[in-house]
T-cell receptor, first 117, second 114 residues
Framework: GAGVSQSPRYKVTKRGQDVALRCDPISGHVSLYWYRQALGQGPEFLTYFNYEAQQDKSGLPNDRFSAERPEGSISTLTIQRTEQRDSAMYRC???????????????FGPGTRLTVL | DQQVKQNSPSLSVQEGRISILNCDYTNSMFDYFLWYKKYPAEGPTFLISISSIKDKNEDGRFTVFLNKSAKHLSLHIVPSQPGDSAVYFCAASARAGGYNKLIFGAGTRLAVHP
């Protein structure tokens, strides 16, 4: 079956522009996560959705970052007024969302490489 | 403040030998630990995990060991194969609220050469 897909794969934008990054999770996956990965580092948690509910946004760096998942499937991460420090790989992951189960494997998408000039 | 540390950025191993990748953590609330493998231009792929109630979990050539008192885990790959060449990320979570907010290390690049 299809895995997690993300679009665009690459995005180059100018400082001050808004960008929207899309994540299409595995069909039927309840949980959706966004991570950001800087070069030479591991993924860093940004936010978590259970169905359409954003239950944890503790990793969003500031109020220029927002995310939504209105119908409990596709999610969009939006960065307003982009800055050069926002340049990174943005990764989405989804999982079945087994309540109380540790074996709830997160499947990662290929990521969107964002470059802010 | 890095809660999960992988102190070796790279490791080179001969084919057929054992690869040992190490990971240290600081947060005693972590109760679930995972290893992910990443090839270039792809997302990380889940490899193996271990709960804090265990000290060893084995899956084929891959074994993860957990030493809670030392806050240390390791991944053993034996025998190593050239296809194992990838970046390996250690991750941990404190499963509160019914989901896995993963905290990742910086990764170790493993090169398995003939």
């Amino acid at each position: 079956g299809a895995g997690v897909s993300q679009s665009p794969r690459y995005k180059v934008t100018k400082r001050g522009q808004d960008v929207a990054l899309r994540c299409d999770p595995i069909s039927g996956h309840v949980s959706l996560y966004w991570y950001r990965q800087a070069l030479g580092q591991g993924p860093e948690f940004l936010t978590y959705f259970n169905y359409e509910a954003q239950q944890d946004k503790s990793g969003l760096p500031n109020d220029r970052f927002s995310a939504e998942r209105p119908e409990g499937s596709i999610s969009t991460l939006t960065i307003q007024r982009t800055e050069q420090r926002d340049s990174a790989m943005y990764r989405c992951a989804s999982s079945r969302g087994l309540a109380g189960g540790q074996g709830d494997t997160q499947y990662f998408g290929p990521g969107t490489r964002l470059t802010v000039l | 403040d890095q809660q999960v540390k992988q102190n070796s950025p790279s490791l080179s191993v001969q084919e057929g030998r054992i690869s040992i990748l190490n990971c240290d953590y600081t947060n005693s609330m972590f109760d679930y630990f995972l290893w992910y493998k990443k090839y270039p231009a792809e997302g990380p792929t889940f490899l193996i995990s271990i709960s804090s109630i265990k000290d060893k979990n084995e899956d084929g050539r891959f074994t993860v060991f957990l030493n809670k008192s030392a806050k240390h885990l390791s991944l053993h790959i034996v025998p190593s194969q050239p296809g194992d060449s990838a970046v390996y990320f250690c991750a941990a979570s404190a499963r509160a609220g019914g989901y896995n907010k993963l905290i990742f290390g910086a990764g170790t690049r493993l090169a398995v050469h003939p």
